[in-house]
């Protein structure tokens, strides 16, 4: 279905992917939905499973957790030496992405998004963690884990100020890779508004050529997928709809027929993102 990445950690990956899923499942969308790898704790996973209200076991949904809250690798060397044993030594930008099997313990994590996808017959929104060039081993980075999954990309980015060099060398890393990118969501994960919201999103949807998806307000409750947010998140479905429709048509499911997405009573779904609702 998608991969769902950030610039950064703390952006709000996964409330953005929780909401994202619980608001296809209640269109009719048999999705499922993934945290692949997770560190310090499993927070995040059971927050997905638990707001979405799914039944999928935590270890398909989080397979592969290290206990200290390090980056992945650290964590791994510190936890589990073995997993770091590939050898190192090509750049970011000429290597091609790792065959499945050939970096350590990648297969768990496939083993995993199999499973959930014999449990969901309309795909599985799989979430990052940190950004694409996060490495999840010596060798394998996360942008290896998308390019293998072959799921269209959505950023999860800040209002900030840098948030459009950030934004575009996430979108730059991708497109090296070939990666297909659905669009961005600009999310206020923190109070207060970044100025001049609407030249931000206008310059990188211009020099990336990807589509704003949507821009989502600072919402004080940020432990539960409500009614407001989910209404935000509609709008974000609505403007997926072409991926939506194709990922469907290839999964075979029947609820295509369905054409489920609309955009809620009240609000606006237009591409102009001075029109969307903040």
Same mark, same amino acid.
Request: glycine share 8%.
């Given at each position: 279905m998608f991969f769902i990445t950030g610039t950064d950690t703390g952006v709000g990956k996964t409330i953005i992917t929780a909401g994202l899923t619980l608001t296809l499942r209640?269109?009719?969308?048999?999705?499922?939905?993934?945290?692949?790898?997770?560190?310090?704790?499993?927070?995040? +996973?059971?927050?997905?499973?638990?707001?979405?209200?799914?039944?999928?076991p935590i270890d398909l949904v989080n397979p592969i957790h290290f206990k200290h809250p390090l980056a992945p690798t650290i964590a791994a060397k510190l936890e589990?030496?073995?997993? &770091?044993?590939?050898?190192?030594?090509?750049?970011?930008?000429?290597?091609? +992405?790792?065959?499945?099997?050939?970096?350590?313990?990648?297969?768990?994590?496939f083993t995993a998004y199999r499973k959930l996808k014999a449990r969901h017959k309309d795909g599985v929104l799989v979430e990052g963690i940190g950004g694409i060039l996060v490495p999840l081993t010596k060798d394998y980075l996360v942008i290896d884990l998308i390019k293998e999954l072959h799921l269209p990309l959505i950023i999860v980015t800040?209002?900030?100020?840098?948030?459009?060099?950030?934004?575009?060398?996430?979108?730059?890393? +991708?497109?090296?890779?070939?990666?297909?990118?659905?669009?961005?969501?600009?999310?206020h994960s923190q109070p207060g508004r970044v100025s001049r919201l609407k030249e931000t999103i206008?310059?990188?949807?211009?020099?990336?050529?990807?589509? &704003?998806?949507?821009?989502?307000?600072?919402?004080?409750?940020?432990?539960?997928?409500?009614?407001?947010?989910?209404?935000?998140?509609?709008?974000? &479905? +609505?403007?997926?709809?072409?991926?939506?429709?194709?990922?469907?048509?290839?999964?075979?499911s029947r609820c295509i027929k369905k054409n489920p997405?609309?955009?809620?009573?009240?609000?606006?779904?237009v591409k102009s993102p001075t029109s969307r609702p903040l």
């Open positions: 209640k269109l009719g969308y048999d999705v499922g939905v993934m945290k692949p790898v997770s560190t310090g704790d499993r927070t995040d +996973a059971e927050f997905l499973i638990k707001a979405v209200g799914l039944d999928d589990h030496p073995a997993l &770091c044993s590939a050898k190192s030594g090509t750049s970011l930008r000429l290597r091609k +992405a790792i065959p499945l099997g050939q970096a350590p313990d990648t297969k768990k994590i800040r209002p900030d100020l840098g948030t459009i060099n950030h934004t575009l060398m996430t979108i730059e890393a +991708a497109r090296q890779r070939r990666i297909k990118i659905a669009g961005f969501i600009i999310n206008e310059t990188i949807e211009r020099i990336g050529r990807v589509p &704003c998806l949507g821009a989502i307000p600072y919402l004080k409750n940020r432990t539960q997928i409500n009614a407001d947010l989910q209404d935000f998140i509609s709008v974000i &479905c +609505a403007n997926l709809r072409p991926h939506l429709l194709k990922s469907v048509a290839h999964s075979g997405l609309s955009v809620p009573v009240g609000v606006v779904n």
